[in-house]
Each structure stands twice: as C-alpha cells, then as structure tokens.
C-alpha cells in the first residue's frame, strides 16, 4: 500500500502501474525446489500434485518411465528413490 500512497502523492507525472507491469517489474528469483517440482511435471506430463505426492508421501509413480526421468534428473539409481519401509 506504501508505494500506491506514494504514486499518488507524486501526482501524474509517473506512468500508471498496471498489475501486469507490476508483476513484469519483480525481480526474477530462484527457487530450485519448485523449480525441480516443476521440471518433473513437465518431462513426465503429470501435474506438479502428482509430482509433490511422489516427494512427500513416497508414493511411486505408476509408469516405470516416470521413475526413469526421475533417475535421469537426479541421478539417483531407480532403485533408490524411495526408501523401503
């Protein structure tokens, strides 16, 4: 709200902020985890649901090439992915 008080305070000499030019204007970050979650999705063609399911929950994929592009990403064995309980 702080910079919506200020913009006005200025009058009409600043060009008008829109959403999509405030959205435009944020810095691009890095968040690897999501990054990741997202990735996944898109190689394997699930939605990143499915995708934090698998992370969080264990829960393997049903399509055993699903568990070789995870492999391929991580480089960990499909073997080791989940620990066995």
């Not at 030019?21 to 990054?35: A, Q, R």
Request: glycine share 6%; proline share 7%.
């Amino acid at each position: 709200m702080r910079v919506i008080e200020t913009q006005e305070h200025l009058g009409e000499n600043l060009p008008k902020m829109t959403l999509r030019g405030y959205y435009d204007s944020l810095p691009n970050s890095s968040h690897p985890k999501t990054e990741f979650v997202n990735e996944v999705a898109s190689k394997t063609g699930v939605s990143t649901a499915t995708v934090r399911n698998w992370i969080s929950y264990g829960m393997k994929p049903n399509n055993p090439k699903h568990c070789e592009i995870l492999s391929e990403i991580t480089g960990i064995p499909v073997d080791d992915l989940w620990d066995e309980a």
